[in-house]
Structure formats: C-alpha cells, structure tokens
C-alpha cells in the first residue's frame, strides 16, 4: 500500500507565508503527478498545483504567482510553498499523487489533509 502523509499546516496572518509537505511511503514501483487540493468550510474540493515527474507544474488561476510546487523524487516528496496568503486560502489542503504500483497497477492515492487557517 501506498500512504501520504502531509504536515506543515498551521495558524498564519494574512500576508504570511507557509510550507506543505507531503511524503510518500510505502511499495511502489514509482510515483507519477503529484498535486495539491484544498476544501474551505462549506466548499467543494478544489484543483491547487500539479507537478510531473519531470517537473513541470500548473497552477489553479487563484494561486498564480504566489504559490509554488515542487518535488523531490529521491525522497518521494511534494512541496507547497505558499506566501502571500489571504484568509480566503483557508483550507484543508489534501496531497494527491497518481502512483504506479510494482504490479503496474496505477493507483491515485490521497493524503489525510492538513489544516491551513489564515488569520489575524
């Protein structure tokens, strides 16, 4: 099995910045796109980032040019780096990643979400 586990949410100011992590463990044979998701209070789960395996990366239009995605595929490792929040990026923010098995099954695998508040 394959689990994802993110850490890094927490309480910050509006204006602030804050780094997500999510990190990928278990058996596999390698992991494809790794994205971001956020679900606000009363929301549907919404699109973030998504970065490949070689490192290209998109962005939803309401996180253009203040967050940033990336990885690190020795440590099976997706990064968020958020800066110039606004209260409404409050969110559980859940980590997704398409994971190809050692049987090359392809599986989509989710994180338990980790909760970002912004506030003054």
């Known amino acids: 099995q394959v689990q994802l586990v993110e850490s890094g949410g927490g309480l910050v100011q509006p204006g602030g910045s804050l780094r997500l992590s999510c990190a990928a463990s278990g058996s596999f044979f390698s992991i494809g796109a790794m994205r971001w998701y956020r679900q606000a209070p009363g929301k549907v789960r919404e699109f973030v980032a998504t970065?490949?395996?070689?490192?290209?990366?998109d962005y939803a239009d309401s996180v253009k040019g203040r967050f940033t995605i990336s990885r690190d595929n020795a440590k099976n490792t997706v990064y968020l780096d958020m800066g110039s929040l606004k209260p409404e990026d409050t969110a559980v923010y859940y980590c997704?990643?398409?994971?190809?098995?050692?049987?090359?099954?392809?599986?989509?695998?989710w994180g338990q979400g980790t909760l970002v508040t912004v506030s003054s």
């Open positions: 997704n990643a398409v994971t190809i098995l050692v049987s090359r099954s392809i599986v989509e695998v």
């Open positions: 970065i490949n395996s070689g490192g290209s990366a």
